[in-house]
């Protein structure tokens, strides 16, 4: 491979040689040219030499006798010996360096005949001049040396001894021939100098027609290449367009396709491109889907492009197909929209498994609402357990009190009395046990007043939780009627709600509460959901706690409003959530409890979604707490109109 350097040199020779062969082309169309001139210059000459003879001597006289001037055949047969060289030279052999140098002899010997046919006349010796001038056409010095050679010494040897030829008199001085012949060298030399500029200037044309040429070359070679690769480029595009799973179309300004590849051609029930182009929607959909496919061309030849579209049409089952389309304008080099493309993916498949995820969504919504609900339910039966454990131990410390009471004793006591009724008082103040009975008495009707306050207690306790229990009930009754009734509640009332339904079992693993509330406006949701999450958050605060091993178990509990969204937080300081876990802590069946089944938090937040907001977790690792915070739009105010 040729280095730059060497292809550098390489193209220098080249243009060289490029600029001498255009300046020789050019230079010898230039004597050709020429020596067609003198062809015609030197014929007209010489019938202008004998026209001149007969003009001013056709004949000479001796006395009473005349005959034809000697000057009449010298113009004729020497002026034809002159001229017929040269022009058969220019005619048979022109651009020859013999011929122009003969033309140049010959042109100087047909001005030296007319010197002499016209006696040496001053005015006939500015042809000599005039014809240097001319064979100046020639762009060759060298020519006029050889015009300059013939002339000087023709003048030399004629104004020497036939000066009445060249001169008009019968002697001259060699210093006039000199005379005539630096007047020659003088015009010579100014010629000369003229066509060396003159060929400079010639030179200077071939240079830049060659920098012209090699330039046109250059861009003929680069549109040729880059013909080449639009050609190819344009042969990749087809078959890439051909063979993309997506339909891809042109069409002119009315709508009529001008491109089809064979995706296209099948939603259209085309076999060939020919069977397409021509063709509107019109032709191959029916009126209604047609027209709607229509207004989108018109728009976007219009300037308005359409994006990622879905469209869909009937195939020849009659099931329905569907294509994500985008349309774009067609302009030509003037910025004219001419037509359009377009470009449509089959997403039939796509928008079958996505009415197939939905339904799967819309049962996992049903099951994980069920599942919430049955969360819900769970804590609430759990904590009527505890309540109803609690009932149990009352009631079997009121049993056993009653069990226990000295109450009987009294029945002795009075048996005692009524069997000493006759003589009662002197049973009460001589008899040892009458002495007794009255301390004794009064021993037991303290020991009857405590035992009836113990029972009252006991009683009253049994009453409060059997209470509680009824509040737990209602509760859950009041959410299963108003289930998927949208209601304007207290964020703190729905809170306490949630804790009601947990108190118990926080009170016997000693969890304390702590509550920071913000005055907050009502938001409007579903109570039984909102109850779903803070009933699953607060029970997972509690086993979080529980399970920390710490003395200081605390769930603080906040409300507050920011950024039009009320913030329920749930707070503890149990156990922690590793960070890696904190990104799929909501997954359908992610759980961290041994008996866990990972629907609790999956399902508060599909909840928290479909109320229109968000649950999130934050924790800063194992042993470090966590913060679940449930995020509610505020309940937009209603105008009274």
């Known amino acids: 491979m040729n280095s730059p350097d060497a292809r550098a040199v390489n193209g220098t020779d080249a243009s060289s040689a490029r600029i001498a062969e255009l300046f020789n082309e050019q230079r010898q169309n230039i004597i050709r040219h020429t020596d067609r001139l003198f062809s015609w210059l030197m014929i007209f ?38 001229t017929s060289v040269p022009v058969l030279l220019a005619r048979t052999q022109p651009g020859k ?63 020497t001894f036939l000066p009445q030829s060249v001169y008009g008199v019968l002697s001259a001085s060699i210093w006039r021939s000199l005379e005539h012949a630096g007047w020659v060298a003088f015009e010579v030399a100014f010629l000369i100098v003229s066509i060396r500029k003159s060929l400079g200037e010639m030179h200077l044309m071939a240079e830049r027609q060659a920098g ?42 009315t709508g009529r396709k001008t491109m089809a590849n064979p995706a296209d051609l099948k939603n259209l029930r085309c076999k060939t491109e020919a ?14 889907i047609a027209e709607r496919f229509w207004g989108d061309d018109q728009k976007v030849i219009q300037g308005e492009p359409v994006l990622n579209r879905e469209e869909h049409f009937l195939d020849e089952a009659g099931q329905k197909c569907w294509l994500l389309t985008s349309k774009l304008p067609l302009r030509d080099e003037d910025g004219k929209i001419v037509g359009l493309m377009g470009i449509g993916r089959d997403i039939t498949e796509r928008k079958e498994a996505d009415a197939r995820l939905e339904e799967a969504h819309k049962r996992l919504l049903e099951v994980s609402r069920q599942a919430g609900m049955s969360e819900v339910a769970t804590s609430v039966l759990h904590n009527v357990g505890n309540v109803l454990n609690s009932v149990n131990v009352s009631s079997s410390l009121i049993s056993e009190k009653i069990k226990n009471s000295k109450v009987p004793n ?24 009458g002495r007794q009975l009255l301390e004794y008495l009064a021993n037991l009707a303290a020991h009857l007043t405590q035992e009836q306050a113990d029972v009252l207690q006991e009683t ?126 909501f997954n359908h069946g992610f ?40 995020e509610l739009p505020v309940q937009k105010p209603t105008t009274n109109l």
Not at 47 to 64: C, I, K, Y
Not at 236 to 242: A, F, H, Q, V, W
């Open 591 to 630: 759980t961290t409890k041994k008996n866990g089944h990972g629907f609790g938090l999956h399902s508060g937040a599909l909840a928290a979604n479909e109320l229109g907001g968000k649950l999130l977790a934050f924790s800063e690792g194992p042993d470090r707490g966590a913060i679940f915070t449930l």
């Open 97 to 159: 360096p013999l011929t122009r140098h003969t033309v140049a002899v010959g042109q100087m010997l047909m001005g030296a005949l007319l010197i002499h046919l016209t006696g040496g006349r001053i005015e006939t010796h500015f042809h000599v001049f005039c014809s240097l001038a001319i064979l100046a056409f020639y762009r060759d010095w060298r020519v006029l040396i050889s015009a300059s050679v013939v002339v000087c010494l023709d003048h030399l040897l004629r104004g």
């Open 275 to 288: 069977e397409a182009v021509g063709k509107s929607d019109f032709d191959f959909f029916p009126k209604e």
């Open 410 to 433: 009294i029945a002795k006591a009075v048996a005692l009395m009524r069997a000493h009724e006759s003589d009662l008082a002197n049973f009460l103040t001589q008899d040892p046990k």
């Open 460 to 585: 009253g306790s049994l009453a409060n939780k059997i209470m509680h229990i009824k509040e737990i009930v209602a509760m859950q009754q009041n959410c299963a009627r108003t289930s998927g009734v949208p209601e304007s509640l207290s964020s703190v009332d729905l809170v306490e709600d949630a804790v009601r339904m947990n108190i118990t079992s926080m009170e016997r693993h000693h969890v304390k509460v702590v509550r920071e509330y913000a005055e907050v406006p009502p938001i409007l949701v579903e109570k039984h959901k909102v109850l779903q999450i803070l009933v699953n958050l607060i029970s997972n605060a509690k086993y979080a706690c529980n399970h920390s091993g710490r003395e200081d178990k605390q769930i603080t509990l906040r409300v507050a409003n920011g950024a039009g969204r009320i913030k329920i937080s749930v707070t503890d300081n149990g156990v922690g959530i590793p960070g890696e876990n904190l990104t799929r802590i």
């Open 212 to 253: 012209l040429e090699a330039v046109n070359e250059n861009i003929e070679h680069n549109v040729a290449e880059r013909t080449a690769e639009l050609a190819q480029e344009r042969l990749l595009l087809r078959t890439l367009i051909d063979n993309l799973p997506d339909s891809i179309y042109t069409k002119d300004s």
């Open 45 to 82: 000459q010489w019938v202008f030499a004998v026209g001149v003879t007969f003009w001013l001597s056709p004949r000479a006289w001796a006395g009473v006798n005349s005959q034809i001037h000697p000057h009449v055949w010298l113009a004729i047969f020497l002026g034809g010996i002159i």
